[in-house]
């Protein structure tokens, strides 16, 4: 009989309120021989809360590639590791995918201990549509790489979700709003399952405005979440008109539908038929005069 190999738990943990540990991940941290964590000092904390003792080593982005062949050893001789980031559930926009993809690889059992997302808490409590969604982990920091990444999911039909700073947030909402629609529906939730749990609801250029003036507002890091393309709301469609006959006075009307899919987000398909039962189908005004 072959000997034993050690099992990885990849364990959710709290985002912020620590009644949301779980029986499992306790007994799971308290088990094993090794846990690997994002901050050790942070995860010592956690730890000592809820009486658990155990031997820890950093595992984070920095290091992440030349430590997991010593985790994957660990494994391969029969101890049994943990998997934790400073919170939440790991690999979600944190460290731990080359481990797990390496453990897979040696044909190692790993087993995920859930709990904890902030992806996922800001979903069912933001009220936008849930039946598709993409997470894209954190806007790119600077404004032209994130204006062209905004660019390319223009036309994703499901719930967008990302996560930016607090040093960031105002910017991304105003590229949000030049790139996908001034119309878009946008959530933000700050401070998931603390005391000062926060949803705000709006437009991207409101939201920036709001949060431009409330410093408070942009401490931590936010969840931004985003109607997907073409969830018009009737708001969005009285806009989507009101663009659309702005633009057909002086455009022609392929330019017009274009520009105004651009303003609004919506689908330009759907803006062209919308122009034609406006009858807005002829030249523009002023046009070969």
């Known amino acids: 009989m072959s000997e034993r190999r050690g099992v990885l738990y990849v364990v959710a943990t709290p985002i912020g309120n620590l009644g949301d540990m779980t029986d499992r991940a306790r007994r799971v941290l308290a088990d094993v021989d090794l846990i690997a964590a994002e901050d050790t000092r942070q995860t010592r904390r956690l730890l000592?809360?809820?009486g658990i003792s155990?031997?820890?080593v950093a595992y984070h982005d920095h290091n992440e590639r030349s430590v997991a062949p010593r985790l994957i050893a660990e494994l391969e001789s029969g101890r049994d590791l943990a998997l934790v980031s400073n919170a939440g559930t790991p690999l979600i926009s944190d460290p731990g995918f080359?481990?797990?993809?390496?453990?897979?690889e040696h044909g190692l059992v790993v087993s995920p201990i859930p709990g904890p997302s902030a992806v996922i808490c800001a979903l069912a409590a933001a009220g936008l549509p849930t039946d598709r969604f993409l997470f894209l982990g954190f806007a790119p920091r600077t404004a032209a790489k994130r204006r062209v990444w905004l660019e390319a999911l223009a036309a994703e039909p499901g719930t967008l979700i990302l996560y930016e700073s607090g040093q960031r947030v105002v910017e991304t909402l105003r590229d949000l709003g030049l790139c996908?629609?001034?119309s878009r529906r946008v959530v933000i939730a700050r401070e998931l399952t603390k005391r000062f749990e926060?949803?705000?609801?709006?437009?991207?250029?409101?939201?920036?405005e709001?949060?431009?003036?409330?410093?408070?507002?942009?401490?931590?890091e936010l969840v931004i979440l985003v109607a997907g393309h073409g969830d018009a709301t009737p708001d969005d469609s009285r806009e989507q008109t009101r663009v659309l006959r702005v633009l057909a006075e002086s455009l022609p009307l392929a330019q017009a539908v274009t520009l105004a899919a651009r303003l609004t987000g919506a689908k330009k398909?759907?803006?062209y038929r919308l122009a034609l039962e406006l009858g807005l189908d002829t030249a523009p005004r002023g046009a070969g005069d």
């Open 210 to 220: 709001q949060l431009s003036a409330a410093a408070e507002q942009r401490l931590g």
């Open 269 to 271: 398909n759907a803006l």
């Open 48 to 50: 000592t809360h809820f």
């Open 198 to 208: 926060t949803f705000l609801t709006g437009s991207p250029i409101d939201l920036a």
């Open 98 to 104: 080359n481990l797990v993809a390496a453990a897979r």
């Open 180 to 182: 996908l629609g001034a």
């Open 54 to 56: 155990a031997k820890l």
